[in-house]
């Protein structure tokens, strides 16, 4: 019994990104009456997560006995992927009430908490990251700084940014982010001003500022500095926001340049 199971794990690691294999696996392992097994209702449940399949992830997920902190985050990442937070949120306070959050779980649900605008989820989830000492990881940081940029309270974005001993780039982009967002322009150039390295997301995050703010000169001004600096490409988007302000003042010829 144990070699069949062992197999039957093997094959589901050598095969787990093909779907009909994974649906055979499945099914043969349900007929051999391993699915109360930890380790293998784990692994199926990562293997269906991974092919993007909700229902078939939860339902493997209901037959674990006693799921753990990584089977939890494997949900949770999944249900971010298909564009589902509020589910997300959902199994994140489910761990949380038989478990102590960690760094990843943390920054799934406060992923969720942004794209779902829940404030009052979000500032649970901060309260955790306070009480279990989660707050020394950047990304945890991050997702704190991005969570209440999203949902408009800059200053407790400001407030969690001050208090980060460790930043990072992507510190500073989801602060400047939160303020593009809220329509801040100024404190958002402060931010970009102030910023110790910059990647292509931070540039592209101030030059959609500009063009929203119906600035266009000072968007094209900024692409010039990107392009002049040498060290990042620009996206499809930093292109999209280029080509716009090139039309807003009916700067073709240059819109011409950048699209070839």
């Known amino acids: 019994m144990k070699h069949k199971l062992a197999s039957i794990r093997h094959l589901l ?27 293998l209702t784990s692994q199926l449940l990562n293997a269906y997560a991974k092919l993007h399949k909700p229902i078939e992830a939860q339902k493997v997920f209901s037959q674990i006995p006693n799921p753990d902190i990584i089977s939890y985050t494997c949900l ?43 404030l009052t989820g979000g500032r649970i989830v901060h309260g955790m990251v306070f009480r279990f000492e989660l707050g020394s990881e950047p990304i945890v ?39 593009v967002k809220c329509d801040n322009i100024d404190s ?39 392009r002049a600096e040498g060290k990042e490409h620009p996206t499809s988007i930093t292109i999209v926001a280029v080509l716009a302000s090139c039309a807003d003042i009916g700067a073709l010829d240059f819109g011409r340049l950048i699209h070839d």
């Not at 649906?23 to 380790?39: D, R, S």
């Not at 949770?76 to 102590?100: K, T």
């Not at 408009?152 to 500073?172: E, I, Y």
């Open 76 to 118: 949770i990442s999944l249900y971010l992927f298909i564009d589902r937070p509020n589910r997300a949120f959902s199994v994140f306070a489910e761990l949380s009430a038989g478990h102590r959050p960690d760094g990843f779980s943390v920054v799934g649900a406060l992923s969720g908490c942004s794209r779902a605008k829940n």
């Open 13 to 39: 690691f050598k095969h787990g990104t093909h779907p009909k294999l994974v649906t055979q696996i499945h099914a043969h392992a349900i007929a051999l009456g391993h699915c109360k097994n930890q380790q």
């Open 141 to 179: 940081g991050n997702a704190l700084v991005d969570m209440y940029g999203r949902n408009g309270r800059m200053g407790l974005a400001q407030a969690v940014f001050d208090g980060m001993v460790v930043k990072d780039v992507a510190s500073w982009t989801s602060l400047l982010n939160g303020f």
């Open 188 to 226: 958002a150039r402060r931010v970009f001003d102030e910023m110790p390295q910059r990647n292509v997301i931070s540039w592209t995050a101030m030059i959609v500022g500009y063009r929203g703010k119906k600035t266009p000169l000072r968007a094209l001004e900024l692409f010039r500095e990107m």
